[in-house]
């Protein structure tokens, strides 16, 4: 299978790729594949090079990766897994601190270190990368550059870690999709399925609210309720269309073919102008792999 | 009065604030202060050196304002006005076309342009400004550089408009927020009333919902629809405790003071960890200006 995430190497999508692998049948046949954007990951199932994408969701400090819940609404996909991933960002550089004049990472790793920055380099210029390791393979470049970005990175670039735990909160933890083109779903699942049981579940749906019924995302919420599903996330996202009109992403605890989710997402059909459904995955458990 | 703006001037927050100050009373006795970045905006609001503020929340493209929805659960301050702008991002720089190197914006510019970006100016540098009009700016001095701005920001800095309306989709709007310090609302709202009587008002809370309560959302929207309390917006934020902790911003027509408001707002207070009311303002109403 290849497995595609964004690079270069030293990612949080590959350390994400990687703990949601192990344990997982044939962990050690699997290969990944390197892509500039998270956008290019999406696009690289359709094309069929790749069998199964990794992409970021959602980060505790700065929220919703938009060009992920845009690419789920719009491409053909499926989700068969999500992982969590401790996100400690690190200032990387091959220059001294006080050198610093360009600081670059990707737009989510620096709002996740705003406050940081503004402390400690308010004015220096900030530039944006289509990943944390990219911005420390472009670090490398010039003593006068650094990059916000993992321990791992810094080691594959051989960048000195200035200074460590950057990010504006302690705590930091990044949720990842593990996503399939959706025509092969029940193939790819078969043969990389987990070799202990899995058995708590959860699924994603995506659903459009018009402007015109306030009320819709009430009604939503009642059939969860009444059949006493647990939500553990609801995202709104603009439809793009115009401001007010909302796309929700819902995500709740179940399985797709679990009696009571069956009848809330047959009610909710009725209710929206649209429902995806990107499917039921094994809930993620936290372990000793993911600190 | 002094206004607080995202400067330097030509950004879309200038925009935002003269289209707000049209038609109010002594409309042209305010001046605008123009600030590096938004959180800097807030800030001097709580240094006593500007009255107002106006503040981009969110956007039609790439949704909400990060900084703006933390900031306002964090500084104690109301909104006292709303105004919605017509965003139409233009490429522009002092170079041609074909010698760009570097593209600078505000990351909400640089996000709302991503498929653009993609399509014709793949592997080029792109650097984050702290507002599109900072960018603009800083495109003067070399040929090779292009922002991405506002048609009154080339016109401002003197640069050529390469190619017009470069956002991914036609449709595009900002929706600002007018915020004073809390203790002064009363003073300034009597100073700055609006000539003609503004009858349709909005209100704006916070809730902090914690992962312990997944019905507590539900129990909200029920308070709200059971009052024939129509929701205009609901926006999830991370509280940047852990991954599953939310922060709910929620928009309804209403003013503070009716019964049905007051009485929801009397009912939720007891079902969440937190609600901070950031106050009732008048709705705002499309007109020949806005587009």
Redesign the interface.
């Known amino acids: 299978m290849n497995i595609g995430v964004l690079g270069p190497k030293g990612s949080y999508s590959e350390k994400a790729a990687k703990q949601w692998l192990a344990g997982r049948n044939n962990e050690n046949d699997h290969s990944l594949e390197y892509f500039d954007?998270i956008?290019d990951v999406f696009s690289s199932l359709s094309s069929d090079s790749v069998d199964i994408g990794v992409v970021p969701l959602?980060?505790?400090?700065?929220?919703?990766v938009?060009?992920s819940l845009d690419m789920l609404l719009e491409k053909d996909v499926a989700v068969i897994g999500e992982t969590?991933v401790t996100i400690e960002h690190c200032l990387l550089s091959r220059g001294k601190k006080e050198d610093i004049k360009i600081i670059l990472s990707h737009?989510q790793g620096?709002?996740q270190c705003?406050q940081f920055l503004?402390e400690h380099f308010e004015g220096v210029?900030?530039?944006?990368t289509g990943s944390t390791s990219h911005a420390a393979k472009l670090a490398t470049e010039f003593p006068e550059m650094a990059a916000i970005a993992s321990k791992e990175a810094a080691r594959m670039y051989g960048l000195d870690i200035l200074i460590p735990n950057v990010q504006?909160?302690r705590?930091n933890?990044t949720?990842f999709f593990v996503i399939v083109p959706s025509e092969k779903k029940e193939h790819i699942e078969s043969i990389i399925h987990a070799n202990s049981e899995e058995h708590e579940y959860k699924t994603s749906i995506i659903v459009y609210l018009d402007r015109d019924r306030?009320?819709a995302?009430?009604e939503i919420?009642?059939e969860?309720?009444q059949k006493s599903i647990?939500?553990?996330?609801?995202?709104?996202?603009?439809s793009?269309?115009?401001?007010?009109d909302?796309v929700f992403y819902i995500d709740f605890e179940g399985y797709i073919n679990d009696a009571n989710i069956k009848g809330a997402i047959y009610n909710i059909e009725s209710k929206v102008g649209m429902l995806k459904m990107l499917g039921s995955y094994p809930k993620f458990i936290p372990g000793p792999t993911s600190n």
Chains 1, 2 share one sequence.
């Open positions: 954007d956008q959602e980060n505790s400090i700065e929220g919703s938009g060009v969590v737009p620096l709002a705003r503004k210029e900030l530039r944006t504006d909160r705590q933890h949720r306030p009320g995302l009430y919420l009642a969860f309720a647990n939500l553990t996330r609801i995202e709104s996202r603009p793009k269309e115009a401001l007010g909302y």
